[in-house]
């Protein structure tokens, strides 16, 4: 399993959670966890996904969504989960 971290934030609008997974369908990727919140109109959302089954390359995938983001108006960003570990750890 290829697990990646995507992150969305934004100000809140309608349908921001159905792009981010349609497009996410269409490309053959699992979603393995998913969490968002809304705070003073703010929008964050993290999802842990499964991209094993994408045929393109990593850098197309992630400037696909960063694509995506910038056509809903939210910061679309999409790392390796061993990347993510790695910058993240204390």
């Known amino acids: 399993?290829?697990?990646s971290?995507?992150?969305v934030v934004g100000k809140d609008t309608v349908g921001i959670i159905a792009r981010v997974?349609?497009?996410l369908a269409e490309?053959?990727?699992n979603i393995l966890d998913i969490t968002q919140t809304i705070v003073s109109g703010y929008f964050n959302?993290?999802?842990i996904v499964d991209t094993g089954s994408v045929t393109e390359d990593f850098h197309r995938l992630t400037s696909g969504l960063e694509e995506l983001g910038d056509s809903i108006g939210v910061q679309i960003?999409?790392?390796r989960e061993e990347i993510f570990e790695k910058m993240h750890r204390i």
């Open 1 to 3: 399993m290829n697990r």
């Open 5 to 7: 971290i995507i992150t």
């Open 21 to 23: 997974c349609t497009y």
């Open 27 to 29: 490309q053959n990727i």
């Open 45 to 47: 959302m993290m999802m």
């Open 77 to 79: 960003k999409c790392q």
